[in-house]
């Protein structure tokens, strides 16, 4: 017998837009350094599991898709980023100011920037792994499970990442405060 | 948040990287390509293009919703990332790359018909007088400078709260930006020499103010907080409205020139079921912007959103009404700012849009 969803796909997708859409478009700012290339990237990922939820069915396997396909859009998302940024080159590339940026050059855009610019130079599963494990807070097996690989090899990106990540960043603890 | 204290240090770091990072809101392109075009469900969305358009939420998407619900499984994202980057300055967050004015969006689909939503600003008033609020509007991309500045001088809103304080005829012939960011120039010609003197009856308060909304509009649009020289025939003009120009203009703070709370969505005339998504900006005490919804001038709903700040410019907020009990109908939503004084400065400011609960 088949069960029926509580909740449609529209439903579905409102409510975790209402309750995700943000961390999930920083998730992927953290992978791919872009809003405007995050938000799109939420945004195919929010339509994908729209067309997928007669089999994912539960809001909680829709979320896991959810953060699954932002690390997946994310990734190939940077592998354009070369011919975005040469096009962003030729057309004068003017620093957008998606925000406080034009208002703010502060110092805490220029940590963040250093942050982002530091998992930039992070190896691909390093980066995804620290991402999901201390922006999102998820535990090793729902890392695992995100990204298809063994707890074991969570463990060690996540150890490896947060060590190169304070290297990248050129400092202790201290200084990343 | 305790469970990886070795990692603390990490997990601070990447929160302070993201976390003030306000994302423009994506659900009305998502609806839209998630609708199924045969139920037309969310009319709003299909129908209404302008007012579909006019949120910043659909920068991205505004190509397709116009007459193509379909979903753009199809698109490039590098096509898709670089132009149509936010044009509000006032909602924070990191830098990305937008090379804004160009109407190419590197993309092999010809860009003459793309729409993007720009920010237009306009006079409303305020217990401490006149103040300029945001209105996105939908602008063709390939001349979104001048679109956007003339639609703040012309002064046609969304919002009948709205109005410019520019004198009836003004127009800008043409706009353009050179340059890199905020060391950029944004280069705004009159189309009529009659605009260099202030008209009769307009204070300089005024006139300085309508000078402001042209520049809160092209910072907005380029997306950065470069000046603005207004010129006549190809040179600078020595004034506009009476106002000195020789020298290009700068932004004036925000919180002598900006209204303090400022809806986003829902736009003006929006209908609504369920969740009611609401969102703005705002300079408010404690950075709580109180909210009702009210039918007929009766509160039906009270709540409250709170801003990621508060004291000397506008914060970005954004929370969701549960509107599902609500009966079909036509309601104003209301935010305001908070007034620990009890009135005693003129009170609270307010935006109000309108939105109808479809029967």
């Known amino acids: ?42 945004q195919d990922a929010f339509v994908a599991m729209h067309g997928r939820w007669s089999r994912l069915r539960e809001p909680d396997r829709a979320l896991a898709y959810l953060r699954q396909a932002v690390v997946n859009r994310s990734r190939s998302a940077l592998r354009h980023r070369a011919v975005v940024e040469r096009h962003a080159r030729r057309e004068g590339g003017l620093a957008v100011a998606h925000g406080a940026g034009a208002d703010d050059a502060s110092l805490a855009a220029a940590r963040r920037d250093a942050v982002l610019d530091a ?16 922006y999102l807070d998820l535990s090793e097996v729902e890392i695992a499970e995100a990204l298809g690989i063994s707890t074991g090899a969570v463990k060690s990106h996540a150890s490896r990442g947060a060590a190169a990540l304070r290297d990248r960043l050129g400092t202790d603890r201290e200084d990343l405060r | 948040m305790s469970r990886h204290d070795e990692h603390e240090d990490v997990r601070r770091a990447l929160h302070d990287a993201v976390d003030d990072v306000e994302p423009r809101p994506g659900i009305h392109t998502i609806r839209a390509r998630t609708a199924q075009p045969h139920r037309d469900r969310r009319p709003w969305l299909l129908g209404a293009f302008g007012a579909a358009v006019a949120t910043a939420a659909v920068v991205a998407g505004v190509a397709v919703l116009g007459n193509d619900p379909s979903p753009r499984a199809d698109r490039d994202p590098a096509a898709t990332t670089s132009p149509d980057t936010s044009p509000t300055p006032s909602t924070g967050t990191a830098g990305t790359g937008e090379p804004a004015p160009s109407p190419s969006d590197g993309g092999s689909d010809g860009s003459s018909d793309e729409v993007v939503a720009a920010p237009v600003y306009l ?85 300085g103010l309508a000078v402001q909304q042209v520049v809160y509009t092209l910072q907005g649009v380029v997306g950065a907080r470069a000046p603005v020289q207004f010129r006549l025939d190809g040179n600078p003009v020595d004034q506009v409205l009476g106002v000195p120009t020789s020298e290009p203009i700068t932004n004036a703070p925000q919180p002598e020139v900006l209204a303090q709370v400022n809806v986003t969505e829902p736009e003006q005339g929006a209908e609504a079921s369920g969740r009611l998504l609401v969102s703005g900006v705002a300079d408010s005490f404690e950075a709580t912007v109180p909210l009702q919804v009210r039918r007929g001038g009766v509160v039906v709903l009270q709540g409250f959103a709170t801003a990621q700040g508060w004291g000397g410019r506008l914060y970005p907020w954004t929370t969701t009404l549960d509107i599902s009990g609500l009966p079909p109908g036509d309601y104003t939503l209301v935010a305001s700012t908070d007034d620990p004084s009890g009135g005693e400065g003129g009170g609270p400011q307010v935006d109000t849009k309108d939105f109808t609960i479809p029967g």
Request: negative net charge.
């Open chain 1, 1 to 42: 017998m088949t069960v029926r969803p509580l909740v449609d796909a529209d439903t579905c997708v409102e409510q975790l837009y209402a309750a995700h859409w943000r961390s999930l478009v920083r998730l992927s700012l953290l992978l791919v350094h872009d809003v405007g290339t995050a938000e799109e990237v939420v």
């Open chain 1, 119 to 134: 998992m930039r130079a992070l190896p691909t599963r390093q980066r995804e792994v620290l991402a999901l494990r201390y």
């Open chain 2, 123 to 207: 006079a409303g008033d305020t217990p401490q007088g006149v103040r300029l609020y945001r209105e996105f509007r939908p602008v063709a991309a390939d001349d979104r400078l001048r679109a956007a500045a003339n639609l703040a001088v012309r002064g046609d809103p969304v919002d009948p709260d709205y109005r410019t304080l520019w004198p009836a005829g003004a127009e800008l012939s043409t706009v353009s930006f050179d340059g890199v960011g905020s060391s950029g120039l944004i280069s705004v010609t009159l189309a009529s020499p009659s605009l260099r003197e202030r008209p009769a009856g307009m204070s300089e308060a005024q006139a």
